[in-house]
């Protein structure tokens, strides 16, 4: 018989032996369990062990903050009128004929709904969200924007120029006499 001196550590010549455990060795014992784990094990133990267990409780999601407040403008009357219906805002901007995006601007407070739309708004909200005027231009200016007309379109069904008719919106200046009668007939057409 021939002897050929192999290398320890090598089966054949370039080959390692492949590390192994004699069989009568145990596996090393599994890492212990986290105390989360072990928390989590004793709950579903507990769990199952409650006669209530199967209970599910429910409760109204609450309002969030910009909700429990009054609304000041119509952005925030919409906005609440909204979110108590259980609508999206794509809903509302379906049902008022407006895209999605200035529905977001409106609650937000980016921006103005304008003349137009203000109609449908009230209508979609059920009320009128304006408190009673101070002054007669207030009065005018809310008019006006119930009936959707722009500040220069009411001008010119009052005979005045837009400048005018802001001034008197904001309450600078009382109207002539001679447009006394004018701005009453305005005003009469939204108690008809």
């Known amino acids: 018989m021939i002897e050929t001196s192999v290398p320890v550590g090598m089966s054949s010549p370039g080959w390692p032996l492949m590390a192994s455990r004699p069989r009568s060795t145990p596996a090393p014992p599994p890492p212990p369990p986290s105390p989360w784990e072990a928390l989590w094990r004793e709950l579903r133990i507990a769990a199952l062990a409650l006669p209530c267990w199967h209970l599910r409780l429910s409760a109204r999601k609450p309002l969030p903050p910009a909700l429990r407040r009054e609304p000041r403008t119509l952005g925030e009357h919409l906005r609440r009128a909204r979110v108590q219906r259980g609508l999206k805002q794509g809903d509302v901007a379906n049902e008022i004929g407006v ?37 007669a231009g207030e009065r005018l200016r809310i008019t006006r924007e119930a009936l959707g007309l722009c500040l220069e379109r009411a001008a010119a069904v009052l005979g005045v120029g837009r400048s005018t008719a802001d001034r008197w919106e904001r309450g600078r200046r009382r109207p002539p006499a001679s447009c006394r009668r004018s701005l009453l007939a305005l005003l009469a057409i939204l108690g008809e």
């Open 99 to 135: 895209g999605v995006r200035a529905v977001i601007d409106w609650e937000l407070g980016y921006r103005r709904p304008p003349a137009r739309f203000i109609p449908r708004i009230t209508a979609f909200l059920g009320y009128c969200p304006w408190k009673a005027p101070e002054h």
